[in-house]
């Protein structure tokens, strides 16, 4: 927050900074408004004493350092501290103008410069010198290994499935570990009526997708990806199938269902999403769903919607939609105090901070109300809004 105002006067005791407050949140507008800021010297440390456990992240959010606060305020021995010693840009080799790389460059270069970074974060944490807690990494797979993360599974094995999507929890683990826990997730799947699903109730089979289409689509796919990107797709919702104990095995009739499927039935070259979406939008649409405000958008546009639902992509097994996490936390194996670090990821999952993501429009999150107190905020907002809602 500081970082977007100005030094405007400095004592031996005080600090006195000066700026313009930007905000936004889900349930409000942005607004922008002049703030003084003043720091004053306490007479003694109230953090004297206590053990600092170091927590990375790329980027830390509003909600995660009211967690952080929290944590700091009521924990007697232990004392939370950001780091900044691995900056994503000192990762990144490109040099001169942007601008001068093509597309395919700049992705290459920003591969190159998570691996490199990843690959620091993990030798300094197997020589212990690592952070002990580190907040959206989970696009790190690699670090699902016990000689880096700690199994989580022991700080929510009290949650029960009433209070808690604890299917999203079981759905993050790797080997029956859960070494990075989602905070908030995001949704990705068909959004369209309740009625089009398939047997299973929650995805379809390829044969139900091919029928939904045809039926409710005038033929075209949702999926709008040529061959190559869709057997892609196709795979990666169903590579538990494949996958197992870190080996893969593509011996089983599910590759093969998913390589004829796609032969037969996708375009070489893909589609355009626009024209796709221009003649599908009133009955279906195919994307990630980051919030609410983007779920209840997706409402209004779908007109021939009248009972909502998030499915999954076709599948072997009518397999629901899939989840990304917005925001995770992990635990080094080799942290200074393993059980302080697990004491923080509770207090992630504690209704006051899951509501305060919730709000903020980070994704949705794992407490169930947090999740409906949001939801509710969000529909009074949005029909409250001097617009076409």
């Known amino acids: 927050k500081l970082k977007r105002f100005k030094l405007a006067d400095c004592s031996d005791d005080s600090l006195l900074f000066i700026g313009q407050e930007y905000s936004w949140g889900m349930l409000t507008e942005s607004q922008n408004h002049l703030q003084i800021i003043e720091l004053t010297k306490a007479d003694t440390n109230p953090n004297a004493g206590k053990t600092i456990l170091e927590l990375y992240s790329p980027y830390v959010g509003e909600e995660i350092c009211a967690a952080i606060e929290k944590y700091n305020e009521t924990n007697e021995k232990c004392f939370i501290e950001i780091s900044e010693r691995y900056n994503e840009k000192d990762y990144n080799a490109t040099e001169g103008d942007w601008r001068n790389y093509s597309s395919t460059e700049l992705a290459v270069q920003t591969l190159n410069a998570y691996s490199a970074l990843g690959n620091d974060l ?71 009526d309740k009625e089009n699903a398939g047997a299973s109730g929650v995805g379809f089979t390829f044969e139900e997708y091919k029928d939904f289409m045809n039926e409710t689509l005038n033929g075209n796919d949702l999926i709008t990806s040529g061959q190559a990107m869709y057997f892609t797709e196709l795979f990666n919702s169903m590579d538990d199938r494949f996958i197992k104990e870190g ?107 899951q509501t305060g993501i919730a709000e903020c429009g980070m994704g949705f999150v794992l407490n169930r109300n947090a999740f409906k107190a949001a939801g509710d905020g969000a529909i009074k907002f949005c029909n409250n809004r001097d617009d076409d809602f």
């Open 122 to 192: 993990i030798m300094d944490i197997v020589a212990g010198t690592g952070p002990d807690i580190l907040i959206g990494m989970s696009s790190y797979s690699q670090f699902n290994n016990p000689d880096y993360l700690v199994d989580l599974s022991p700080y929510v094995s009290g949650l029960d499935s009433e209070s808690y999507f604890t299917n999203i929890i079981e759905g993050s683990k790797t080997n029956g570990a859960l070494y990075q826990l989602p905070v908030s997730f995001y949704v990705r799947g068909i959004y369209t």
């Open 247 to 353: 080996k893969a095995d593509f011996t089983g009739t599910e590759f093969v269902q998913i390589a004829d499927y796609v032969k037969e039935s996708v375009f070489e070259n893909g589609r355009s999403r626009s024209q796709v979406l221009q003649d599908t939008n009133d009955y279906a649409r195919y994307d990630e769903f980051q919030s609410y405000f983007q779920y209840y958008q997706q409402k209004r546009n779908s007109k021939g919607v009248n009972d909502p639902t998030i499915l999954g992509i076709p599948s072997v097994d009518g397999r629901g939609p899939m989840f990304t996490s917005s925001c995770s936390v992990a635990v080094s194996a080799h942290a200074v105090d393993i059980g302080a670090c697990g004491d923080f990821v509770k207090l992630l999952l504690s209704d006051e901070i």
